[in-house]
């Protein structure tokens, strides 16, 4: 059954904002290096184009995978982080934890604190899209994109039943 998608955000605005982003992050990290956490498989869309708008900063990348959904679109509330995250890639480094939608915050928050523990120089979030309104736990990305409304969103990387991530812009199912 194909569902009925309404953009939300044109492709344009998407990559513009993602540029305005690079800029800002490098910036305030001129001269340093990162390791960004790109959480997958949603975030790496988001990530690449990132990446290509940062001037002047050393990027690392580490990609995990996380999922609170399994194969339904109903979040199980209990996200799973397939893989580990090990002390020696993120002690006195400067991480960068990449995603491509902040909902409730429970991933975001639990793979944070575990970096924080592993001696991280400090742990930032930066996501393309942020649901506040969805929030369960005290946690607000320090780089987004953009707000969005609680709407079951998808493209530019953001997929229901692992579908319509292919689409240039940001829509939402009607």
Request: proline letters at 3%.
């Amino acid at each position: 059954m194909n569902k009925q998608i309404k953009e939300l955000i044109p492709q344009q605005r998407v990559l513009e904002r993602i540029a305005e982003l690079g800029e800002q992050i490098s910036r305030e990290y001129a001269g340093k290096s990162i390791t960004m956490l790109i959480l997958a498989n949603g975030g790496v869309f988001f990530a690449v184009d990132l990446i290509r708008s940062m001037k002047n900063v050393a990027v690392y990348m580490e990609c995990i995978r996380v999922s609170s959904y399994k194969k339904s679109c109903v979040s199980s509330g209990n996200p799973e982080i397939f893989g580990t995250l090990s002390a020696e890639d993120f002690k006195d480094n400067h991480i960068l934890i990449v995603d491509d939608i902040v909902d409730t915050g429970n991933t975001l928050k639990r793979i944070c604190e575990q970096i924080e523990n592993f001696g991280a120089a400090s742990v930032k979030v930066c996501a393309l899209l942020d649901k506040p309104s969805r929030r369960t736990v005290d946690l607000v990305p320090d780089y987004r994109g953009f707000e969005v409304e609680d709407k079951f969103i998808v493209g530019y990387g953001l997929d229901y039943a692992e579908k319509y991530r292919e689409l240039p812009f940001i829509g939402y199912i009607e």
